[in-house]
């Protein structure tokens, strides 16, 4: 378990120093309105293959280890592939989001083994304290690489990504998504070297299937529904926050890592005041309130004009993502049996990615009509996102959420750097018997 704890760390330097900076490089490149839309989404909807792949090769093969250990080196040798094409001066926006896009197949696919795998290794009795540390030392980590991947591209590169002509520069980039790969080749050797336990029994797809089709089911489904409505609004507008600091606003590489740190500082230290809540009054009630939080995020974008409101800007949108993600997965593991799990994850990662992709094509399309006003876009977005969040008393019914599964039985899985909120984890249950091989 040592060996998953130094995991942990280079898995979260891969992250801070690798995907959080993809659409900054697009912008520099010269993408679209489109194009920086796909290089967002695209890979997210893409990449729900990944669970689908992984789910497939567990139930006939049952082995986690080699599924895991084959995808983070996949993964790996595309973040390589970006810096030896950067670097050969081909590097355009639409092979960055095919990349991309291959780079979130074999992540999702990796994560939703190693969930699965890392379920049954860790003993119940001290999952959360064992977690715990190594959410901790993934929260510090991703810090800590966004922190001097924004340095280094300040000092390497010849200016702001969206005040440069396009294509100029790229060795800041090449260098820091080599050190992205560099941290994943170290995690996929910790990988290797760590034990697997023989495997719990998942559900076999007829299981499932019989599980989705129920009545037990129709809670599961409204939030599924819920959830990809709810990205869909929020996509209209999200991935072009990053465009609107590097184009509109012209902040540098410093000021452009100061509102990312921002988002994940804020997202992960309220986490625990989320889970106190979700205990006192049930994950239902918070769910609702961070639903509301998640419309307000675009409106404090229509007054930023400098990276002092960036960062506030950033600090709401983490604050509200941090409890909309806790309550709903609170909500996900209430209603969906153990054994089911996995299949109904990989079912939201695939409804969630269509909504994203859908959502941003929709604001992209809006942004060219209205002559790229990013006001504009902001304000139908929240506009679109609080009809959804009145809509939710309606479609989570009053019993779903009563039961509350406290805050030291939640451990959090880093999954990546999201447009909407900064860094994802999934909050998982961790004292459930048997163990529960969910997330990823």
């Known amino acids: 378990m040592r060996l998953s704890l130094a995991d942990a760390l280079f898995y979260a330097l891969m992250v801070g120093a690798g995907e959080v900076y ?136 010849p200016g ?108 992960f230290a309220s986490l625990t005041s989320w889970g106190r809540l979700v205990d006192r009054y049930g994950a239902r009630s918070v769910f609702l309130l961070a639903a509301v939080l998640v419309a307000l995020v675009p409106l404090p974008w229509l007054w930023t004009r400098g990276v002092a409101l960036v960062i506030v800007a950033q600090a709401l949108s983490g604050l509200s993502w941090g409890g909309h993600e806790l309550s709903q997965f609170s909500l996900l593991l209430e209603t969906s049996p153990t054994r089911s799990r996995l299949h109904v994850f990989a079912m939201m990662s695939v409804l969630t990615g269509l909504a994203q992709l859908l959502g941003s094509l929709l604001g992209g399309w809006l942004l060219i009509a209205v002559d790229r006003r990013f006001a504009v876009l902001f304000v139908v977005s929240a506009a679109a996102r609080l009809l959804v969040a009145l809509s939710a008393p309606q479609v989570i019914p009053s019993e779903i959420g009563a039961r509350t599964i406290g805050r030291r039985r939640m451990f959090l899985r880093l999954l990546g750097f999201r447009a909407s909120g900064g860094i994802e984890s999934r909050p998982i249950a961790v004292d459930e018997e048997p163990p529960a091989p969910e997330g990823s």
């Open 22 to 157: 993809f659409l900054a490089d697009a912008v520099r490149l010269g993408a679209t309105p489109l194009q920086q839309a796909l290089v967002v989404t695209l890979p997210l909807c893409v990449g729900t293959l990944g669970p689908v792949m992984s789910l497939g090769l567990l139930g006939r093969f049952r082995r986690r280890k080699p599924v895991v250990v084959t995808a983070a080196s996949l993964q790996a040798a595309l973040l390589l592939s970006i810096v030896v094409v950067d670097l050969s001066g081909r590097l355009s926006p639409n092979a960055l989001i095919g990349l991309a896009c291959g780079y979130q197949i074999f992540s999702q696919a990796a994560g939703t083994a190693w969930a699965s795998w890392y379920g049954d290794v860790v003993p119940g009795r001290i999952r959360g304290r064992y977690f715990a540390t190594r959410n901790q030392i993934a929260q510090l980590a991703t810090s800590a690489s966004l922190v001097a991947a924004g340095l280094l591209l300040q000092g390497l590169e």
């Open 160 to 267: 702001a990504a969206g005040a440069v002509a396009a294509g100029a520069g790229g060795l800041g980039y090449a260098i820091i998504f080599g050190s992205a790969a560099a941290f994943r080749i170290v995690s996929v050797s910790l990988l290797a070297m760590s034990p697997e336990p023989p495997p719990e029994l998942l559900s076999n797809r007829h299981e499932t299937l019989a599980f989705a089709r129920s009545n037990d089911a129709l809670p599961v489904r409204r939030i599924l529904l819920f959830s990809a409505a709810m990205q869909l609004t929020v996509y209209l507008a999200s991935p072009y926050f990053g465009p609107f600091m590097l184009e509109e606003l012209r902040l540098s590489y410093t000021e452009y890592m100061a509102g990312s740190v921002a988002v994940v500082v804020l997202k």
